[in-house]
């Protein structure tokens, strides 16, 4: 049996695989936070949740994507613009009440003096027929970026074990699209079920 030292980097084949160690998010600072919102804002074709969680998400890595999920399930639940409140939420948690207000203001502000220019301009040529007709292909390219942020959104659901999720969410979808039943009292029946049998689940 040799005695000789073992070679550098030699792990023996029994040895455990050493973890990897994943950083902590960089928190933003509050320009960061104002320059991200209003690029979004600005950015926000066909609604500004895809390009919220493009950014948050994919691009800048502030967030995994199961805390964007829980993050805008929760401003769901708020009252309010569900991404106004996501703004004032994440800012929040990262940069305080400054944080919160830098990123509402970058998200409300460019979008505002845009919309009153656009908004003045749509009074004057609205009416003209080739423009009907181009607002007709925006709108189904909207809903095409929607769809695709669903499935986006979704992913981390289906990647964790099957619970009540996913039913909760096939519910939700029957009752309200499906069946036209009003959406308030489908929530006030849903989120106490949901809340209920996710604790359950996790116990």
Same mark, same amino acid.
């Given at each position: 049996?040799?005695?000789?030292?073992?070679?550098?980097?030699?792990? %023996?084949?029994?040895?455990?695989?050493?973890?990897?160690?994943?950083?902590?998010?960089?928190?933003?600072?509050?320009?960061?936070?104002?320059?991200?919102?209003?690029?979004?804002?600005?950015?926000?074709?066909?609604?500004?949740?895809?390009?919220?969680?493009?950014?948050?998400?994919?691009?800048?890595?502030?967030?995994?994507?199961?805390?964007?999920?829980?993050?805008?399930?929760?401003?769901?639940?708020?009252?309010?613009?569900?991404?106004?409140?996501?703004?004032?939420?994440?800012?929040?948690?990262?940069?305080?009440?400054?944080?919160?207000?830098?990123?509402?203001?970058?998200?409300?502000?460019?979008?505002?003096?845009?919309?009153?220019?656009?908004?003045?301009?749509?009074?004057?040529?609205?009416?003209?027929?080739?423009?009907?007709?181009?607002?007709?292909?925006?709108?189904?390219?909207?809903?095409?970026?929607?769809?695709?942020?669903?499935?986006?959104?979704?992913?981390?659901?289906?990647?964790?074990?099957?619970?009540?999720? %996913?039913?909760?969410?096939?519910?939700?979808?029957?009752?309200?699209?499906?069946?036209?039943?009003?959406?308030?009292?489908?929530?006030?029946?849903?989120?106490?079920?949901?809340?209920a049998l996710a604790w359950w689940?996790?116990?």
């Amino acid at each position: 049996m040799s005695d000789a030292p073992p070679t550098p980097g030699f792990r %023996p084949a029994s040895a455990p695989e050493p973890e990897a160690v994943v950083p902590p998010p960089i928190a933003p600072t509050l320009l960061q936070l104002f320059v991200a919102f209003a690029t979004v804002s600005l950015s926000g074709f066909g609604g500004v949740l895809a390009w919220s969680r493009r950014t948050i998400v994919e691009q800048r890595k502030w967030m995994s994507a199961e805390e964007f999920n829980d993050l805008y399930a929760l401003c769901n639940f708020l009252p309010g613009p569900n991404v106004v409140n996501l703004s004032v939420v994440f800012g929040r948690r990262f940069g305080g009440i400054p944080g919160a207000v830098t990123a509402l203001l970058g998200l409300i502000g460019p979008s505002f003096i845009m919309v009153t220019v656009l908004s003045l301009l749509y009074a004057r040529y609205g009416s003209i027929e080739a423009l009907q007709r181009m607002f007709m292909a925006v709108a189904a390219a909207a809903a095409g970026l929607t769809i695709s942020t669903v499935v986006k959104m979704s992913e981390p659901i289906l990647r964790a074990p099957l619970g009540p999720a %996913p039913a909760t969410a096939v519910a939700a979808f029957v009752a309200v699209g499906v069946l036209r039943w009003p959406l308030y009292e489908v929530l006030a029946v849903l989120i106490p079920v949901s809340i209920a049998l996710a604790w359950w689940w996790r116990r």
